[in-house]
């Protein structure tokens, strides 16, 4: 694929957590597209092998690792297997995170209903496991580099707009927007001005974690917050997961050099539509 000069990722190391999933599946693809080596990883090494077999059948340089981001010395051991197949490390996605069906608000379970530890495991999946954990480990690796680094953050929609049914979740996507902001003022002033840290903020995507909100089990027509949802859309749909490429991409090259501390919604024009 020909690039802009400004887009090209050739020469850059770049590791995805939850690189195995569907949203973190399509952004592998698009940096590999751009010319970035591609390190995939997930809990299930399977589905992050399945993700680099299909960047290198189309020409890229991915290799598959299997990572639990929860736990420090499993992130660590990653790390050294990275660093021994690429040598450094220049672009991080922390694209681990998700809802929890028990954080989750329903006629079975009102909100006084939610147990206590769905709130810590939902936000330890977005927030400390999903974000904090990987970037302090590879993140000081990227410190060495002369160009600094480049971390980007999936946070959500949900962070500015909170959603009925999911306090959870959108709690720790606020979270994970505010340590976006807060890292990317630390790393420049701390470490290297040329280090930057951005999210980008999906809006309404198909994945396992929200199909059972989203579609109906038997049938797979929208349920009626399916059907909110793309009416409240502009553009009438749920995003494909291919779309998020171009956010990606320009967040993790040159053509963003001097954007950092921000959060870049693909939405579909979710958060501009007041319903009227």
């Not at 887009?7 to 973190?24: C, Q, V, W, Y």
């Not at 994945?207 to 553009?235: C, V």
């Amino acid at each position: 694929m020909q690039l802009h000069p400004l887009f090209d990722l050739t020469g850059k190391t770049a590791i995805i957590t939850g690189g195995g999933g569907t949203l973190g599946g399509a952004i592998a693809e698009g940096l590999a597209e751009a010319g970035a080596r591609v390190a995939v990883t997930s809990r299930n090494v399977d589905n992050a092998k399945r993700v680099a077999d299909k960047i290198v059948a189309a020409g890229g340089e991915a290799h598959a690792y299997a990572l639990d981001v929860h736990c420090a010395s499993i992130t660590e051991d990653c790390k050294s297997a990275i660093l021994a197949d690429f040598e450094h490390i220049d672009i991080l996605v922390n694209g681990v995170g998700g809802n929890l069906k028990e954080a989750t608000t329903s006629p079975e379970q009102s909100f006084f209903q939610i147990p206590d530890d769905a709130i810590s495991r939902i936000m330890d999946l977005n927030l400390a496991g999903g974000v904090i954990i990987p970037t302090q480990i590879f993140g000081k690796a990227m410190l060495k580099n002369e160009h600094g680094g480049n971390i980007i953050n999936i946070t959500s929609m949900n962070a500015v707009r909170p959603l009925t049914r999911i306090p959870g979740y959108s709690a720790a996507k606020a979270a994970v927007s505010n340590f976006t902001q807060w890292l990317a003022v630390h790393m420049a002033q701390e470490y290297n001005p040329k280090f930057r840290v951005n999210a980008i903020a999906p809006g309404f995507f198909l994945t396992e974690q929200n199909r059972f909100l989203l579609t109906d089990e038997t049938t797979g027509a929208p349920t009626a917050r399916g059907k909110s949802i793309i009416d409240h859309t502009p553009m009438g749909r749920y995003g494909d997961a291919d779309e998020l490429k171009g956010a990606a991409i320009w967040l993790a090259s040159d053509a963003s050099k001097f954007v950092t501390g921000t959060m870049i919604p693909v939405d579909g024009g979710f958060s501009a539509f007041s319903g009227v």
